[in-house]
């Protein structure tokens, strides 16, 4: 397999060999190819958690009519949390 960069990323995999971060640029591009694939799994891992937690919800009764109503109060506690300062988590912001 080939691959080929554009010339700033070229620059930054010489930099990082030369720093000695990486032996050789295939060991980092291996590294940046085993930390996406972490990443990735790590995704699915979190919204495969998400899904059984809300299918348990949904099982146990434990739900919230999704009417104009609670959209409009979800918007409401939000401009409030703003107006405090407080930030969204950010696991609900995508």
């Given amino acids: 397999m080939n691959i080929n960069f554009p010339s700033i990323d070229e620059s ?3 930099n990082m060999v ?14 940046a190819v ?5 990443q990735d799994n790590g995704a699915y891992a979190g919204l495969m958690a998400a899904l059984e937690t809300g ?12 009417t104009p109503e609670f959209l409009d ?3 409401k506690r939000a401009h409030e949390n ?3 300062g407080l930030k969204p988590n950010p696991d609900v912001c995508a």
């Fill in 34 to 38: 085993r930390r996406l694939r972490q």
């Fill in 18 to 31: 030369e720093g000695g971060y990486y032996s050789n640029a295939t060991e980092l591009v291996r590294d």
């Fill in 55 to 66: 299918e348990l919800a949904v099982k146990e009764g434990r739900t919230i009519a999704y």
């Fill in 82 to 84: 703003l107006a405090h």
């Fill in 73 to 75: 109060d979800c918007e």
């Fill in 12 to 14: 930054f995999i010489k």
